[in-house]
């Protein structure tokens, strides 16, 4: 369990630790590995991000394709791979896809996402819930993308989900968080991680998200579609980082009024 609704002071890294599916993580930035222009920004990007965890989108990409492989770029012993289940519509789709990715790769820790609509698209909810379900039955660990509902996310943890992952807003669209209520929501209910996905554009999105008490946050378009995905992947670690030190050192509280620095007694 994350420490969402207890703050508490951190020396180091070592000492507030992502954990996922049992496994320690010091970044607490998964980025996608899609849309850059080749796969030297995409490495130099993920370089920069320090992430430890990215995803790959099993339907689109041959991991073992001919010529320069995503594996041969970045290699699995340095990085935790999370297959996705990006382009599926059912949840038969993506069952059939991740067990494809475990019989490939030996993966068991995966992303699921179950689209429900070709233009925003936003995840079918209930096709999510059959796929999860199944999913945790047949032993993967399974982090599951959804809309930003705090009782969907309850449901999801409920059926054995390791992480809960609401977006901030729709797929790519880089607007930010839009409902930072339901997020908080969400994140003080859970007894699992829950990491904003999808919707960050820049990296006070992701400093926001952190604040809100996100264990986390996974993004693709916001790096690579930048005009310089190398430094925006640096800023997103930055931001990431810091957004996570405010939230445990706990921010003061909000005013109506002014409240002086300086101490009005005693003065001259």
Not at 12 to 38: C, F
Not at 73 to 85: A, I, V
């Amino acid at each position: 369990m994350q420490a969402h609704s207890s703050l508490h002071p951190v020396t180091s890294q070592n000492d507030d630790a992502l954990i996922l599916a049992g496994k320690r993580y010091h970044s607490r930035l998964l980025v996608g590995t899609g849309k850059y222009k080749n796969m030297a920004e995409t490495k130099a990007a993920i370089e920069a991000s320090g992430a430890e965890i990215i995803t790959v989108a099993i339907r689109r990409i041959n991991l073992a394709g001919d010529g320069e492989s995503l594996q041969e770029t970045l290699p699995p012993e340095h990085y935790t791979y999370l297959p996705n289940t990006a382009g599926c519509y059912t949840a038969e789709e993506a069952v059939r896809t991740l067990r494809l990715a475990r019989e490939a790769g030996g993966w068991t820790l995966v992303k699921l996402e179950v689209i429900g609509d070709r233009t925003s698209l936003y995840p079918d909810v209930g096709e999510t819930l059959r796929a999860a379900e199944i999913l945790v039955k047949e032993g993967f660990d399974v982090m599951a993308y959804t809309n930003d509902d705090p009782i969907t996310a309850r449901r999801l943890e409920e059926v054995g989900c390791v992480a809960v992952m609401p977006l901030a807003a729709p797929i790519g669209s880089g607007l930010g968080i839009q409902n930072p209520l339901n997020i908080r929501m969400i994140v003080e209910q859970a007894r699992v991680p829950i990491l904003v996905d999808a919707g960050v554009g820049t990296a006070s999105d992701a400093a926001i998200a952190m604040e809100l008490g996100c264990d986390g946050v996974l993004m693709n378009t916001a790096i690579a579609e930048a005009q310089s995905p190398i430094q925006m992947a640096e800023a997103m670690k930055k931001a990431v980082e810091a957004g996570r030190l405010a939230y445990l050192a706990g921010r003061m509280p909000k005013r109506p009024y002014a409240s002086a620095s300086s101490p009005e007694a005693g003065k001259l």
